[in-house]
């Protein structure tokens, strides 16, 4: 990303607003980062506490842990003295509160909210990390590999060029097949995933990660799956504590040709993503037809909630 200062120097803006845009960070003094939209700020110095601080604010939602804002969050990473947002996963009530003036009470019911959540597939626990540039392609570039070991193995090995090949980035080859030229981003994400390997281990043994021979299914929701769940969030729960056992369900926020389902409440106004699996799904049924193949093949699932526990019911024992 561009610094700030860069942009200052370079940038055909208004003046006005250029001067808004302060250019290193308060905490740490590095430069900051803008984004290409121009609509947000980042400190790129991994050990800035703020940086810390967003990255836990960020894993909480991801997991669902309700209560811990900002202030809270800030005080826990500096009570315990450290900027790795993994951290919460460690804790337990035996270290002591929180944070100074908080109650063990409030302390113990965010642990229970975190205990209740340490169930996640790999690709899950490393994009929950909010690293740059890795949270949005942690899917493409972890799942199918049953340990971070291995993952890390790899990428050791295979440097920059093992990047751009998980992302599917095409870069110039000399005659022996080997990258010539390297792509920024995937040069980012590696540097990225280099620096912070540590961090991504040390919390890794208080997270269960499924086991890798299951099957998996690959999911998106609606805000509402209906039945006993309501919002999407209690069933994600659901799933992984009544079929954890028996497969591995990753959850995506949009539909995709790799969806397997779409989970919705299956009353009212057909939402966006609905349309969406209909318009594919007749897609894929016009060339199934035109190839000779069963109409229903590859079609994605499109269900209530209670329609896809009966599925895995029949379907994954």
């Known amino acids: 990303m561009l610094t700030v200062l860069e942009l200052k120097g370079r940038s055909t803006l208004p003046q006005a607003f250029l001067d808004t845009l302060p250019t290193h ?4 003094g590095s430069e900051l980062e803008i984004t290409p939209s121009l609509s947000a700020l980042s400190c790129p ?3 800035c506490m703020d940086r810390a601080v967003q990255r836990l604010i960020a894993l909480l939602k991801d997991i669902d842990v309700k209560n811990m804002g900002e202030a809270k969050c800030r005080q826990f ?8 947002p993994y951290a919460i996963f460690m804790y337990e009530p035996s270290d002591g509160v929180l944070y100074p003036g908080c109650s063990m009470a409030f302390s113990e019911a965010i642990f229970e909210q975190v205990n209740a959540r340490r169930s996640m597939a790999l690709w899950e626990y490393v994009r929950a990390g909010n690293l740059p540039g890795i949270r949005d392609e942690a899917y493409k570039l972890v799942t199918g590999y049953g340990s971070l070991d291995d993952f890390y193995d790899d990428l050791e090995d295979g440097g920059i060029a093992f990047i751009q090949n998980l992302l599917g980035i095409k870069s110039a080859v000399d005659e022996d097949g080997e990258h010539v ?13 280099i ?7 040390e919390a890794l043994p208080f997270v ?18 209906g039945g006993q769940w309501g919002k999407k969030e209690a069933f994600e729960r659901y799933l992984k504590e009544t079929y954890g056992d028996r497969v591995v369900v990753n959850v995506f926020k949009t539909v995709s040709g790799k969806c397997d389902a779409l989970i919705w409440a299956g009353v009212g106004k057909p939402t966006g993503k609905v349309d969406k699996v209909l318009k594919a799904n007749e897609k894929r049924r016009l060339a199934n037809i035109e190839n000779g ?3 229903e093949d590859g079609l994605i699932l499109l269900v209530d909630g209670q329609g896809f526990c009966d599925y895995i019911e029949a379907n994954y024992t």
């Open 293 to 295: 193949v069963d109409e």
């Open 208 to 225: 269960t990660l499924p086991n890798a021979e299951l099957p998996e299914l690959n999911i998106c929701m609606s805000s509402s799956v």
């Open 195 to 201: 620096d912070h390997k540590e961090e991504l281990f």
């Open 181 to 193: 030229s390297v792509s920024v981003k995937a040069s980012k994400i590696y540097t990225e995933l």
């Open 45 to 47: 110095n991994r050990s």
């Open 25 to 28: 960070c308060d905490t740490c």
């Open 77 to 84: 990473l500096e009570n315990f003295g450290v900027t790795n």
